[in-house]
């Protein structure tokens, strides 16, 4: 069974910066799209960014605009979310999945799309 393993999270002040990374033991992750999303308890887990397969398209939630870069290296068969400016309310735990339905990224990442979720990552933005 595929499981993505998410890390890189942790606790940083305000205005800090965290680097995640999405690993899939055993799955090429190159000819998906590939998704980050977050949740908070008691809240729908969000799309935040995504990557496409092959195109390299990007889309970003709007609240993530112009402070987190999502990036691939296919060769280490990697998927990174770059976090500046970091605030509060970026608190949560983070995921990363595979689109199975589609290969280009051009709105924000919806759940239902995407699979092989892994156990998340959490981060904690606090002074």
């Known amino acids: 069974q595929v499981q993505f393993v998410e890390s890189g999270g942790g606790l940083v002040q305000p205005g800090g910066s965290l680097r995640l990374s999405c690993a899939a033991p055993?799955?090429?992750?190159?000819?998906?799209?590939i998704g980050w999303f977050r949740q908070v308890p008691g809240k729908e887990r969000e799309g935040v960014a995504c990557i496409g397969s092959s195109d390299g398209s990007t889309y970003y939630e709007d609240s993530v605009k112009g402070r987190f870069t999502i990036s691939r290296d296919n060769a280490k068969n990697t998927v990174y979310l770059q976090m500046n400016s970091l605030k509060p309310e970026d608190t949560a735990v983070y995921y990363c999945?595979?689109?199975?339905?589609?290969?280009?990224?051009?709105?924000?990442?919806?759940?239902?799309?995407?699979?092989?979720w892994g156990q998340g990552t959490q981060v904690t933005v606090s002074s």
């Open positions: 055993g799955f090429t992750m190159a000819g998906y799209a």
């Open positions: 999945a595979a689109n199975l339905m589609r290969s280009r990224c051009s709105y924000t990442p919806a759940q239902y799309e995407y699979d092989y």
